[in-house]
């Protein structure tokens, strides 16, 4: 039986409240990492990782807990740049005033910092198997470095002012987007110790639910609200970002969300066949993406 995600998210919660003082002796900087991590986010990522060890039939312990909330670390290390007067200068993020508002850019780098280093050390330091350690480690690296999460967001910088064709746009955010997405689901698979053919099917389902997931948040720039997204709407066009409906328009963005899902389905189905073991645990997480 999987838990469903807002019992998923409270365990993520209560786990991240309790353990990231313990490894932060630095009172500002630890105030600047605890500001961004507790504010309210959806733990999607860690959510993924923890309903994919139960329906591989894993047991959520503190081991485990403490690899798979490493990620929600390392999403939240890369909200704080992301946000950066350098990069996007937003000034609203989960509905509150973004990290360098509350605390200057220079802590606020250093926040991130602080975070994407921990992840390392979380996803590393803890009582699982060594090679299953080992394997999180480097998977988790592939995904947020320079031919992941990184390589998108120079892309996505460069991508401005410039018309992307579909391809180019699905490659910038099956990277920038996609990549930890992608790692989320591939980890349960890691922890549980699946075989190749699992492992592959779990990323590729982390990857059609990770297009989807840009897809939706590209609509949601357009037709959501500040309120509804905890964060400034409509700004895309006005900096001239690359997205699924600026490209194609609102019915195309829809269209391709749509198609993105289906591929995710038919991905739960081989899962089912490959393990023997229901991937309807997924569904709640399908059922994220309603406009």
């Known amino acids: ?48 990782t923890l309903a994919t060890v139960e329906m591989l039939g894993g047991t959520i312990n503190d081991d485990v807990m403490h690899a ?16 950066l007067p350098a990069m996007d200068n937003d000034d609203l993020r989960r509905g509150k005033p973004t990290n360098h508002i509350k605390f200057g850019a220079g802590m606020a780098t250093l926040a991130g ?3 994407l280093t921990l992840a390392f050390q979380w996803v590393s330091d803890n009582q699982l198997p060594p090679a299953i350690r080992a394997e999180l480690t480097l998977a988790l690296a592939q995904a947020a470095g320079p031919a992941g999460m990184v390589a998108g967001q120079a892309r996505d910088i460069e991508g401005e002012h410039q018309e ?4 180019q746009l699905r490659y910038l955010h099956r990277q920038k987007t996609g990549a930890l997405l992608r790692y989320a689901v591939l980890a349960g698979g890691i922890i549980t110790n699946q075989s190749r053919p699992v492992k592959a099917a779990l990323a590729d389902f982390g990857a059609q639910f990770g297009l989807a ?62 393990t023997g073991k229901s991937a309807s645990g997924y569904n709640q997480f399908l059922a994220y993406f309603k406009l």
């Open 164 to 167: 992307l064709t579909l391809p």
């Open 1 to 48: 039986m999987v838990d469903s995600i807002p019992e998923l998210k409270k365990k993520i919660d209560d786990y991240l409240a309790a353990h990231l003082k313990t490894d932060v002796d630095q009172p500002t900087l630890y105030a600047a990492m605890n500001y961004s991590l507790m504010a309210g986010g959806k733990r999607l990522r860690p959510a993924l």
């Open 113 to 115: 910092d602080g975070l």
């Open 213 to 274: 997931f840009q897809i939706y948040d590209d609509l949601m720039d357009v037709v959501g609200t500040t309120a509804q997204m905890g964060k400034r709407v409509h700004k895309d066009a006005g900096e001239h970002k690359n997205t699924y409906p600026g490209l194609l328009g609102v019915a195309g963005a829809k269209e391709q969300l749509h198609k993105a899902l289906a591929s995710a389905r038919q991905v739960q189905q081989r899962l089912t066949k490959l």
């Open 68 to 83: 798979a909330t490493a990620l929600e670390l390392l999403h939240t290390y890369s909200l704080i740049h992301d946000d």
